[in-house]
């Protein structure tokens, strides 16, 4: 994993490096001038200086020779040697001697002696001395320059490319293209900002994932309901023209097509029920109108509504461990809908004669149910298939029980909406069994609503 710099870190670190290399390129040149590390006001190193003081006094004993043009040649071989220049003057200022006639005195530091004997000053002689400090400054500016060069090129390399990089991923998000490289960077808050676009770009695609999935489904769901409705319908015109055409002129066959139109209308009003609860579960983004509800009386309320299908193929109807204290908060209808569902399913899959048991209890914090029926059960596919939309199963579970598929589907989404968990598996004793848990209401929220 690539080790990340705070900001603040890197600013600290090229402070440092504007400060430092100047000095290192100062001390550096101070020491090829005059070969010492000492950076004290005397720039002569000491051969220099003990040079300087043998040619001063040499100056100062040979003062009646200072307009000897031979004196003036040896002078200027001894000043060559101490890499010096100097200047003789007369008391009054004029010039007498000058080893450096062209006055290229720019860069180099003076310094001046007077001549004096018995008392009486002879002239004044100048000393140009080569000016260390002039070549260590321009040493410290280089230094400096070269701070500013290595600081310029990092601060681009981790800093700026990283932005623009970054921003040229964002456009490119923001125009819907997800699949972006983002770039790597040394600096941590860089780093901490891709962080966060990587988390987002996965985001963006799980949810279009998620879109796609979905849309999808509903036109899978729309288009295997609508073939649904179709036969019914067809079946319902076919009878109905039967009966205005006079086929059936009979009472007992005109009862027939009569029951057989009710039984499609039936269906029909199933199919388009189921097809509307499913859409409301699934793509409503309404909030749920939570009511204090009593789960014992909302399965009662549903095994009523179902008592007549279960008559018809003489089920059994046992709800004798419902607990009293089920109180749970949600949408009224919603649940007695879901509850529906699951009695419906149990009835039509229970074969004459069988029976279904109904049960509710409080566990904790969790209002349970559970309804189980005598009938084959669950197979191993239909266990992980049974919650698909218009999933019936290859035998039990087909068109021939007048379902759309999406029961079970709706009851799940239902009890998941209501923050709960509906499970199929097969009891032990053989039948289906459909349990699940939902929130129990808090204390002071248990006020049953009238329904």
């Known amino acids: 994993m690539m080790r990340t710099l705070r900001i603040r870190t890197v600013t600290l670190l090229g402070l440092a490096l504007i400060l430092s290399l100047p000095w290192i390129f100062y001390v550096s040149a101070h020491f090829l001038e005059t070969k010492t590390l000492s950076v004290t006001n005397h720039p002569q190193n000491p051969e220099q200086q003990q040079n300087l003081t043998e040619t001063m006094q040499w100056i100062e004993r040979n003062a009646n020779r200072w307009t000897d043009p031979s004196w003036q040649d040896q002078l200027r071989s001894r000043l060559r040697q101490a890499g010096i220049d100097a200047a003789i003057l007369t008391e009054s200022g004029q010039e007498i ?6 006055r290229k005195r720019a860069l180099k530091s003076t310094e001046q002696f007077s001549v004096i004997q018995d008392g009486k000053v002879l002239g004044r002689v100048l000393v140009f001395l080569p000016n260390a400090r002039t070549v260590q400054m321009i040493a410290a500016l280089a230094g400096l320059l070269l701070a500013f060069i290595i600081i310029g090129y990092e601060m681009r390399r981790m800093l700026l490319k990283p932005l623009e990089r970054m921003g040229s991923a964002a456009r490119q998000i923001a125009e819907g293209e ?10 941590a808050e860089i780093a ?17 994932q998620k879109q796609r999935e979905l849309e999808e ?19 319902l015109r076919g009878y109905l023209d039967g009966l205005e055409q006079g086929i059936a002129r009979s009472p007992d066959k005109m009862a027939a097509y009569l029951k057989v139109c009710k039984d499609k209308s039936a269906q029909l009003d199933r199919l388009v029920e189921d097809l509307f609860t499913f859409t409301k579960t699934e793509y409503a983004q309404a909030e749920i109108v939570d009511n204090a509800i009593d789960l014992k009386l909302l399965l009662l309320r549903s095994i009523e509504s179902l008592s007549p299908l279960a008559q018809q193929k003489h089920i059994s109807l046992i709800a004798n461990h419902l607990a009293d204290d089920c109180i749970i908060m949600g949408d009224t209808h919603l649940l007695e809908r879901a509850m529906n569902n699951l009695l419906d399913n149990a009835v039509r899959h229970t074969p004459p004669y069988g029976k279904i048991y109904v049960q509710c209890a409080k566990e904790g914090h969790k209002a349970t149910f559970a309804i ?18 218009l999933y019936r199963g290859e035998a039990s579970r087909n068109r021939s029980t007048g379902g759309a598929g999406l029961g079970l589907t709706i009851s799940r989404k239902i009890v998941r909406r209501h923050g709960g968990e509906l499970i199929a598996t097969n009891h032990a004793y053989g039948g289906a069994l459909l349990s699940g848990w939902m929130p129990a209401a808090k204390q002071g929220e248990n006020d049953i609503q009238p329904n």
């Open 97 to 102: 001697y000058s080893s450096d006639p062209e």
């Open 178 to 187: 997800l699949d972006v490289r983002l770039p790597e960077s040394r600096i």
């Open 192 to 208: 901490e900002v891709r962080d966060g676009f990587e988390v987002m770009v996965k985001g963006l695609q799980q949810s279009f």
């Open 217 to 235: 489904e509903r036109r899978f769901v729309i288009a295997a309901v609508a073939h649904d409705l179709r036969t019914p319908l067809f079946a």
């Open 372 to 389: 189980r029926d005598t009938g084959s059960g669950f197979t191993s596919e239909e266990l992980e298939r049974v919650f698909e939309p």
